[in-house]
């Protein structure tokens, strides 16, 4: 620094803003009166600098060479960093709140992490399960859509209602649901699953609404299972008595085929065939509709072709197949079986 080699001074330094001026401690009252001169836009003047201030944003060699004397400073050069030497016995030069970094502790970061994963933990699993449930109210709503559809192509080309072409065929109706079948991509026959022999879906395993009770058979057990081009599966049950000018038979669908929960009221309905061809949900009233088939047990009201209804049919109360039957006609209301006020999918199903 040749010549101007600098040596502390006493740090007793007197400033002037706008003409006062004043004898101050410049670790103390200096950096006040500073702020204080800033905040206010007036000039800031030293005399005569001996030691308190210097300001790196002047070209000097070094940023310890003090400022002329005299000199003017504007408030916009003391937004620049300024430097303190520090007075004797002193420690450190406190740093403005603007110059401070703030960063977490690490425990500060674990103990965020672990809140979070407490949260999720705890929401997740309902969040899964309403986006489920929403996930199978579409495909039932789109899967009675379609069976419509079908029913009423197949009356138009084959000249006869899916209803009426079983009451004139009679047990050999079930041809006929080969043919409709048809009408669906893809639609075939997988599996003869079915009353009369021991043949079953391996893996496949159906389960009552409140999930107690396990069967390998739907209750539509007439006609084997067929399943279409995007893995949903039917079967149908027994047709209507000939003649008899009633609605039937009854289909049953499982909407995502043997992706679980495989549950009756949950993925597993049950629809009708009617005389004039539409597709009716279980537990719709329809004037051609039979009367409750009751076979040998009580459990099983649709041993043959049938019709049941009511909240009696879809509840929780009990662990039989049976007490599920009528679910699809409050699924695709989206009305709670006990309560019309409520839904049934947010509120009924658990």
């Known amino acids: ?106 425990a500060e970061v674990l103990i965020t992490l672990g809140i979070i994963g407490v949260v999720a933990a705890m929401t997740m699993p309902s969040l899964i399960n309403r986006t ?75 389960h009552s609404l409140n999930n107690k009770y396990s069967n390998t058979r739907l209750v539509c057990d007439t006609s084997g299972y067929y399943m279409d081009n995007i893995g949903r599966i039917f079967a149908f049950n027994d047709g209507p008595a000939a003649n008899s000018n009633q609605n039937g038979p009854v289909i049953c669908v499982d909407v995502n085929g043997e992706k679980r929960p495989n549950r009756y009221g949950y993925d597993i309905f049950l629809f009708i065939f009617t005389v004039d061809g539409r597709v009716i949900p279980m537990g719709q009233e329809d004037k051609n509709n039979a009367g409750s088939g009751l076979g040998s047990s009580n459990n099983n009201p649709l041993t043959v072709n049938g019709f049941v209804s009511g909240e009696e049919y879809c509840t929780f109360s009990g662990s039989a197949p049976k007490y599920g039957y009528s679910c699809a006609v409050y699924a695709i209301s989206d009305t709670n079986p006990s309560d019309s006020s409520k839904t049934y999918w947010k509120e009924f199903l658990k």
């Open 132 to 206: 489920n449930k929403k996930e199978l109210q579409v495909a039932l709503s789109k899967t009675y859509s379609e069976l419509n559809q079908a029913a009423m192509l197949f009356k138009e080309l084959e000249g006869s209602s899916v209803s009426e072409l079983a009451q004139r065929t009679g047990t050999s109706y079930i041809q006929s649901l080969n043919t409709f079948m048809n009408y669906f991509k893809g639609g075939q026959k997988v599996n003869d699953a079915k009353y009369s022999n021991t043949d079953d879906v391996k893996g496949y395993t159906i």
């Open 1 to 106: 620094m040749g010549g101007n080699q600098y040596t502390p001074q006493p740090c007793l330094t007197r400033f002037a803003i706008n003409g006062n001026s004043s004898a101050f401690h410049p670790l103390q009252s200096g950096r006040s009166l500073i702020r204080e001169g800033v905040q206010a836009r007036q000039k800031i003047r030293l005399e005569p600098c001996h030691c308190a201030l210097v300001a790196q944003s002047f070209n000097y060699p070094s940023p310890f060479l003090p400022l002329p004397q005299g000199e003017g400073i504007s408030s916009k050069f003391l937004k620049k960093k300024i430097a303190f030497t520090l007075a004797e016995g002193a420690t450190h030069v406190a740093l403005p709140d603007s110059q401070r970094k703030v960063a977490f502790t690490l």
